[in-house]
């Protein structure tokens, strides 16, 4: 069925260090995702987005890695800081086709990033 | 948080009280939408609106009612406020920059609004 779920619900990570966060979807209509981050008591803060027709794309200090065979994504954070302490959570954005109104984003659930000193 | 206000920012309500969110943009985007976040769950969408006077259901969209009468402002009501409707409400809003008419694009959020029902 239509899922966006995450492996790890808390990923633990040396100061300085590259994060990995990953997002599995699998809706193959799906043809464009963001990665948000959420810091306690705040609303989710756009990141880095993707369409489909790419399979990575680059920020600064993020890229995100598409993979469409396995549909799977993740979140690479380059030289994590303690300000990256957060919760984050892919979104899928379905698209069924131009002229149906049924597209609709599912938010997965979201993982949280703890940076250890 | 991309010109989006809410308020209140915190509310403590009884059951049985109708409540009335308020969502601000001052980006002139069309979409606009509400969500709710709950433990366990990943933001579920209420009700959302392409345009003034035009909106639609979510998929949790029992008990609530939307009003948009204005580009900038969208409300969100509980006619008669729940235990079950404590949670953090969100506004995003978005435009439609993928074209076709989607009706979904990228999100901006607000800073939310954390609603508790006694």
């Known amino acids: 069925g239509e899922n966006v779920g995450l492996h790890l619900p808390t990923l633990s990570v040396q100061e300085g260090d590259n994060s990995i966060i990953n997002c599995a979807y699998s809706?193959?209509?799906?043809?464009?995702f963001i990665w948000y981050k959420q810091e306690s008591g705040k609303g989710p803060q756009f990141i880095i987005d993707?369409?489909?027709?790419?399979d990575k794309r680059q920020g600064q200090r993020v890229t995100v890695l598409l993979n469409k065979t396995v549909k799977h994504l993740s979140l690479q954070i380059a030289a994590t800081q303690p300000g990256d302490s957060a919760v984050y959570f892919c979104?899928?954005?379905?698209?069924?086709?131009?002229?149906?109104?049924?597209?609709?984003?599912?938010f997965g659930k979201g993982t949280r990033l703890h940076i250890l000193p | 948080d991309a010109g989006i206000t809410q308020s209140p920012r915190h509310k403590v309500t009884e059951t049985g009280t109708p409540v009335t969110l308020r969502c601000h943009q001052t980006e002139n985007h069309r979409y606009m939408y509400w969500y709710r976040q709950d433990p366990g769950h990943g933001l579920r969408l209420i009700h959302y609106s392409y345009g003034v006077k035009d909106t639609d259901k979510g998929e949790v969209s029992d008990g609530y009612s939307v009003s948009r009468s204005k580009t900038e402002d969208f409300l969100l009501t509980l006619e008669s406020a729940t235990s079950s409707q404590t949670s953090v409400y969100f506004c995003?809003?978005?435009?439609?920059?993928?074209?076709?008419?989607?009706?979904?694009?990228?999100?901006?959020f607000g800073p939310g609004t954390r609603l508790t029902v006694l």
């Open positions: 809706n193959s209509a799906s043809d464009y």
């Open positions: 979104a899928e954005n379905i698209w069924p086709g131009k002229g149906n109104r049924d597209d609709k984003i599912i």
């Open positions: 993707i369409r489909s027709n790419m």
């Open positions: 995003a809003i978005s435009e439609s920059t993928l074209g076709d008419s989607r009706t979904t694009d990228t999100q901006y």
